[in-house]
């Protein structure tokens, strides 16, 4: 490609990110045309293969690129040889049958989670790559709180997410005693386990199939057969809403806690429960207002800073964590970030920097200016282009 040509993308309109990634291309100067569509099923839809095959070939593009991966646009992208550049802020993927379609040499995967990606460079794939999120300094830099703002959203706590609901009470009880308590006394292992992801190594093919032989044994006519990503994903969900129900549950009775989700608790009674939020207008106001913003990370996330914790400190909002590797790696406990190591220390955190506004507010300062010099968009979009070849 010639210098002073443009770099034209078809990107698939997907994910909360989407817009901020366009308002960097526009920085960039890459042109762009979007694609939207709404799938029933991400690895079978043949009307979607003729249109997006049809979008591509109606004008020349660079590349093809998404927010999370879709086998089906890989599939378009390798069957017109145009380069596919994905980048993920979800884990996991929810994608069936995954490996399937990333061994397309027109793939470019960013994943940013950097266990994740090694677990999949690992199996042979190329292009496969460690890309961390980013957050739109320029955008939440121009939000200013209102005093209509402050009285809807000033709050000593908030948290904003999901609670977690799961099928893990009903995988227990279509199991046997022993497997029952096995997978019981797991989860207490790793549910005060932080920096450590125990379950996909010990929970087996085996210990699967066993369950299954045990289901189909119970009850023969059953089609039901479990996966193991799917019972990590109940177990992994199961250990954060109990964790995010405790630590919520606990600092709601001594402060005033505001959570955002869409779902309300008994255990909850003392949060102001608001409902949930929009992720471009509502969410930066929520941290900028908020003494201590929660991140409390789905514990199948084993390394990667997720987009909330990206978020909270982009808005110059303060970041009260759960430790995760890459968030070690990049920010400082007590210095830009304040991260805890169990549910005790999340509480006792969380009382301490309530009682110290300067410490508090200096953390959050260093940990913009960090986001806004290391984690920006601009400079992840040059990475994943180059890294691209484009």
């Known amino acids: 490609m010639q210098k002073d040509e443009k770099v034209k993308i078809l990107v698939y309109d997907f994910g909360y990110t989407i817009s901020d990634i366009l308002d960097s291309f526009k920085q960039l100067g890459i042109t762009y045309r979007i694609f939207s569509y ?22 020349k593009y660079d590349a093809v690129f998404s927010v999370n991966y879709f086998p089906l646009i890989a599939e ?29 040499p027109t793939n470019y995967i960013f994943f940013f989670d950097k266990i994740q990606a090694n677990h999949y460079a690992g199996l042979g794939f190329e292009h496969i790559y460690h890309l ?9 830099n121009q939000i200013q709180l209102s005093a209509s703002d402050h009285a809807k959203y000033d709050t000593d706590i908030s948290f904003v997410g999901k609670l977690y609901d799961s099928d893990y009470g009903f995988l227990l009880k279509i199991m046997n005693d022993y497997q029952r308590g096995f997978i019981e006394g797991l989860v207490n292992v790793q549910q005060n386990l932080y920096g450590s992801y ?88 929520i941290f900028k ?25 982009g808005s110059g909002g303060f970041l009260l964590s759960n430790y995760q590797p890459e968030l070690a790696e990049f920010f400082t406990d007590g210095i830009d970030v304040a991260m805890y190591d169990s549910i005790e220390d999340a509480i006792a ?40 070849g484009i």
Request: net charge neutral; glycine share 2%.
């Open 38 to 59: 709404y799938f029933e099923n991400k690895n079978d839809d043949d009307f979607f293969i003729h249109r997006f095959s049809k979008t591509i070939n109606d004008d």
């Open 76 to 104: 378009c992208a390798y069957q017109n040889n145009l380069k596919y550049i994905s980048w993920s802020y979800d884990n996991p993927l929810n994608v069936n049958k995954i490996e399937e379609t990333l061994s397309y």
């Open 132 to 140: 961390p999120l980013a957050a739109n300094i320029n955008r939440l």
């Open 198 to 285: 125990l379950l996909d190594d010990i929970i087996t093919d085996d210990f699967i199939s066993k369950i299954n032989g045990y289901i189909k044994k119970s009850n023969p006519d059953s089609t039901f057969a479990l996966t193991k990503s799917a019972l990590t994903y109940a177990m992994s969900a199961n250990i954060t809403r109990n964790e995010r129900l405790m630590i919520l549950g606990i600092l709601s009775r001594h402060h005033k806690l505001k959570l955002y989700s869409r779902e309300e608790h008994e255990i909850l009674k003392n949060a102001q429960f608001m409902g949930s939020c929009g992720y471009i207008n509502e969410m930066p106001r």
């Open 289 to 313: 207002a908020s003494k201590i913003n929660l991140n409390i990370t789905l514990k199948i996330l084993q390394s990667g800073i997720p987009l909330r914790a990206i978020d909270i400190m």
């Open 349 to 388: 955190k969380a009382d301490y920097y309530l009682k110290h506004d300067d410490e508090r507010n200096k953390i959050a300062t260093l940990a913009h200016a960090k986001v806004a010099e290391y984690f920006n968009y601009k400079s992840r979009i040059k990475d994943m282009f180059e890294t691209a």
